[in-house]
């Protein structure tokens, strides 16, 4: 049996990986820039503002969305040390809108090989379903939904 030489790579090229501020997004972040940095693949950071924010509220509906335009930039933050910390090439994406949706047209976009996550620690997802089950069920790539 004659092997030929393949062109390319055998793991991912960029990898996508969707960050919230939560713990297990948070780890979800580590484990992909690991990945990334041994596999010498770009990572996608990308956080998405939801706009699930109290409505009838204005002040309340206001400090939320402070809140999370904070997130977005202690998160942008972050990644901007963590790469030069870890050596790796990476871009940041903030979008705004359903989680689920944003993360899949941001791997469309970019035409990324992988999505990390973290896994949802939230007891109602058991019932409802999680963001990282519809990826898992629904996405064109591969998944690891990280504890």
Do not use: C
């Amino acid at each position: 049996m004659t092997h030929t030489f393949e062109l390319g790579t055998d793991g991912p090229t960029r990898i996508l990986v969707g960050v919230d501020g939560s713990d297990t997004s948070l780890r979800a972040g580590a484990y992909a820039a690991g990945l990334a940095r041994r596999q010498g693949a770009k990572l996608v950071v990308v956080f998405v503002r939801t706009s699930s924010v109290a409505s009838g509220v204005a002040v309340t509906a206001g400090a939320m969305l402070r809140a999370q335009e904070d997130l977005g930039t202690e998160i942008r933050q972050a990644v901007q040390d963590g790469i030069e910390h870890v050596g790796i090439v990476a871009e940041y994406v903030e979008r705004a809108g359903n989680p689920y949706r944003e993360l899949i047209a941001v791997a469309a976009e970019l035409q990324v090989d992988a999505i990390v996550v973290g896994a949802s620690t939230q007891a109602n997802h058991r019932i409802v379903g999680s963001l990282a089950a519809r990826l898992v069920r629904d996405a064109s790539w591969p998944v690891t939904v990280v504890p």
